[in-house]
């Protein structure tokens, strides 16, 4: 039977976006709690990639009850309020916008009594929506650090680690700022595990990593003596280390995770099913370097054609999580893009499969893309050397370009992680 397997990849990809609506979620979530009408009042702080979706949906369950409000937002969010001010704010290198935000953010927590209520919702780019560098760090010190953490081949509960120990308001330091108000946190999760400690650098979670896991990490990939010498000496010095769990202060606070990749993978699987395909979920955790996950789902597409292994054709294989680019050149892409490319060099001369992968908030890296598709005929038509040029340069948006086989949804509202398809018809 023919198949359109790049209709049906993005098709079922739409169906795992869709899964993670967080408009849905957050009605659904504070529709249900009979406890809203006993505050006083309401403030409704936070950010991410999905903060003006969160924020819109608030607004309709909450109206006029919500007394005022800050969700920071990424530049060309389309979301409007009425009650909830939206701050754009520079991502994935925080700006000053981000630090003006941040200090609104815990003005209004730091407003909050006793008979209060703050609503905090997060979402996947909170960490850098919302930069509040403990001090003597300046913002251009935080910006370096976060660069050096994004192309060291760090993973997002790596850098989180280390953006927890040297900001004020994360690794459950906003909650602290909130007390002795009560704290209700809808989180959409867009980490491998989903850690309330991990989302956004959970501002209103009780912290696992310390000052030593911080130093860890830049040990771990060679960058103490690269990174400001204000952010070694703040992590060196260890003082002030960030709520743990088990401490008093968390007794008002609630983590509601409302989204996740496990949820749009099931999605995506369902809608695979209906279109004819024989489907598995692979899983919803994988993390590693981008070209080598890539590598691993191209074989897995061959294992399909030569065996019927794990599944007969049609078949679909779905798996999620976040995977990892050590940046060697000076090209451009995202992680997604990147993970299609080496699967495409895998993939060559494979008949009837693709491998496809984007992220669910439909960027990918500093482009307008979300990812990109390939088929065994990619490096047939790019040719194969043009391939590996531009895998080396990390130059993969101007490949696919070319190709015409960058995925392009604009920005989807929400963020939970990528999802990766391999398709055999």
Known sequence: MFRNLRRDARAIFKAAVDAANPAAMVEKTLGSRKDLDRYERIFVVGGGKAGGTMAKAAERVLGKRITAGCVAVKDGDPAKCRHIELRASGHPVPDQRGVEAAKRVASLCEAAGAKDLVLCLLSGGASALLPAPVPPITLAEKQETTKLLLACGATIHEINAVRKHVSVIKGGRLAKVAAPARVLTLALSDVVGDQPDVIGSGPTAPDEA???????????????????????????????????????????????????????????????????????????????????????????????????????????????????????????GGRNQEFALAAAIDLAEVKDALVFSAGTDGTDGPTDAAGALADGKTCERAGMDAAKRALAENDSYPFFDKLGDLVITGATGTNVMDVHLVLVS
């Open 210 to 332: 310390t000052f030593a896991t911080a130093l860890g990490v830049l040990d771990r990939y060679g960058i103490r003596a690269r990174v400001p010498a204000s952010v070694r000496e703040v992590l060196e010095q260890g003082i002030d280390e960030s709520p743990k769990p088990g401490d008093s202060l968390f007794a008002r606070v609630e983590n509601v995770i409302v989204g996740s990749n496990q949820k749009s993978l099931e999605a995506a699987a369902a809608h695979a099913n209906a279109l004819g395909y024989r489907t598995m979920i692979l899983a919803s955790t994988i993390e590693g370097e981008t070209r080598d996950v890539a590598r691993l789902h191209a074989a897995i597409a061959r294992q399909i054609r030569m065996t019927g292994q794990p599944l007969k054709a049609p078949a679909c294989v779905v798996s999620g999580g976040e995977t990892t680019v050590t940046i060697h050149g000076k090209g451009k």
